[in-house]
């Protein structure tokens, strides 16, 4: 069982050490606003639980030179963040440095039994690389509401057989170790404040695009759940009255016009009724397409692929639109699979951020790619879990 | 210059004092978590500063009856609600109930002095009718983004002239207290969280439906403003990519659509082209059509009236579908004048929610009309201020 944080005095230098790396002690004690000798005393008790180490001598500030801390190079946490398709496993030291990274495809429709029996076959495979003896703690991303902070998924759309499983209490019977569960897109945001584009940004919002739609909102530079968990679940936003019909039952939701799923669907239809040219030829390849495959043609320049990418990214702008005049952040990330699609996205989704929103909201709001790609709902996992074990039993 | 409470214990006790009413010593201790001896040290500084009075003994729970304590009934606070086209001007106590309210037509492009002119003259009324001698701090609500904390519209789109206009100072000047500046949605979700339907809930909407339409947004017990506090700006989202053009400049906004101007709009074209009845017999009798007309044509079973407001409703509920799939709110709060049409609104809003929102998002979701009226605007203005006040200088 790793140690715990005594007080929450611990609980800000561990944290502080997580996103900051090695500081000396003196650096630390003006972030935590403590003496030279109620630091110390904290610190040596967080040396005995082994959490944190000595790290050498820090770099003169002009006074005597201060000794440099850190959390303990040995602590290891897991990272799971699970798609409708894939699953991504990584394995993190406790400054949340990606030290292994495993992902294969998945179906989460086979329900978690055998959905986690082939994450915790990555998770080993993983420990037989020599990345880790144990785990100190898991986070895991799933991709539907989850009740927070209990971990379990509530009435999850895509997914038979989750609703009210006890994700974290199952996982953390097999792994050993502090398990803690959240909707996947709430990870991706958390992985962008830690290690990418939304770093010291307080409130933002984080699109991602994959299978489906969802939003992860940041406020106060806390995740926002919504009292039922669901918040962020712009997916079936309506944005044709005469749209579509969805999966969820309705009509003309943003997901059943734009995702992965929309995407390859489009390229399908449009291919069958005579469009040639890029698409055409890799349908008639692979007897398939999918939404990388209009990635591929729209960097190819097909004009199809293009059209396709400019009305959904369209669709999606219209919506992120809405969501700036009601929240007014200060950042939009948009992430997940389908923005391999890149750059065309990212225009359409501009175009009608900056033509639809007020200029108060828009005038200094970046609105950007992710960076980490598929990165950031581990990192995330592994900052979920952190914030927990790294706070007071 | 009123007192102002010497740490964060002190702070917490004027707040808790304002927010529950007299209060025993013993059960204050219980609340702030503070050992007998060291409450009794910090409500005897509290007394000396004259914030916080004696009110005798409180009932027994048992054992030694204890003594109450209150915040001085002297205390005296001013609450400012300025909208399009009036203004409602309030003063209150310490525990911000109402002790006199005056409401009178105004029109907000006549700029700030001008109005400000009209207001001081009605809060002199209410000095005047002896409900206050000096005021120990006035909230004031305006109908457009404000930066806040500082105080300062912010290029509000309907008020010429006010754009970075020092409202908080210029105010502190006028009245000699401290005075505190936000948008007037924001002021009545603060008003329906102290006195209002939303007393308990931690996240909630409040969606104001006037001369324009906004919402004020309450995250986890505090109003959230956005990176440049033009959160809630809901009345310029597009509800079709065909409709009015509106004020802004872009076409199909949502206050374009369904609003007090709108619905006056919308009804006098109506009877234009032909439609006779109630309305008709309005617009002869007087000249002219306001959305109070239709309210009350609506409530007297004429059809064109009833249309109206079922179509803008439903408006009105498809913007506040998207808006409780994308947050997941405890409560949404719907007032402003055009809530005088009454449970036609409220029925043609819920509808939309309902059918178009997650069930996950809705099925504990209460839409309800706002009971406070008027009065939450200046409620909220009030303790706007009192969170101020009661807080270290």
Chains 1, 2 share one sequence.
């Not at 897991?78 to 394995?91: F, H, W």
Request: aromatic content about 4%; glycine content about 14%; hydrophobic content about 45%.
């Amino acid at each position: 069982m790793t140690a715990r944080p005594a007080n929450s005095h611990q609980a800000r230098i561990l944290k502080l050490l997580r996103d900051e790396g090695p500081t000396s002690r003196a650096l630390l004690g003006e972030l935590v606003d403590l003496s030279r000798s109620k630091l110390a005393v904290e610190v040596d008790r967080l040396m005995e639980t082994g959490l944190v180490v000595s790290d050498g001598l820090a770099a003169s500030r002009g006074g005597r030179r201060s000794h440099n801390v850190r959390l303990a190079p040995g602590l290891r946490f897991l990272g799971i963040d699970i798609g409708a398709t894939s699953a991504d496993v990584a394995v993190t030291n406790a400054e949340l440095e990606v030290l292994g990274h495993l992902s294969q495809p998945i179906d989460v429709r086979e329900g978690p039994v055998a959905v986690f029996e082939q994450v915790l076959a990555m998770a080993d495979k993983l420990k037989a690389a020599g990345l880790a003896e144990a785990f100190d703690g898991a986070g895991v991303g799933i991709p539907g509401p989850v009740r927070f902070p209990e971990g379990v998924p509530v009435a999850p759309p895509i997914m038979p057989g989750w609703d009210n499983f006890p994700v974290r209490e199952a996982l953390s019977q097999d792994l050993g170790c502090p398990v803690m569960v959240d909707n996947d897109v709430n990870l991706m945001a958390l992985g962008e404040q830690h290690a990418g584009v939304a770093r010291s940004v307080g409130d933002f919002l984080c699109v991602k695009i994959g299978t489906g739609i969802g939003c992860g909102i940041v406020v106060g530079g806390a995740v926002h759940h919504g009292v039922t968990g669901s918040a962020g679940d712009i997916g079936h936003i309506q944005v044709d009255p005469n749209g579509h019909p969805c999966a969820c039952g309705n009509s003309g939701c943003l997901e059943a016009h734009f995702s992965g799923a929309a995407l390859a669907r489009d390229a399908l239809a449009a291919v069958e009724s005579g469009h040639a040219g890029e698409l055409a030829d890799r349908l008639a390849a692979s007897g398939t397409l999918t939404a990388a495959d209009v990635a591929a043609a729209a960097a190819a320049g097909d004009a199809l692929a293009i059209d396709l990418i400019r009305e959904g990214g369209g669709l999606v702008g219209q919506v992120i639109a809405s969501l700036v005049s009601f929240f007014n952040p200060g950042l939009v990330v948009v992430g997940g699979g389908v923005t391999g699609v890149g750059h065309g996205l990212l225009a359409a989704i501009r175009t009608q951020v900056y033509r639809r929103s007020l200029p108060l909201a828009t005038g200094n709001l970046p609105i950007v790619l992710s960076e980490l790609g598929t990165q950031a709902g581990v990192i995330g996992a592994a900052r979920l879990i952190t914030d927990r074990v790294f706070s007071p039993a």
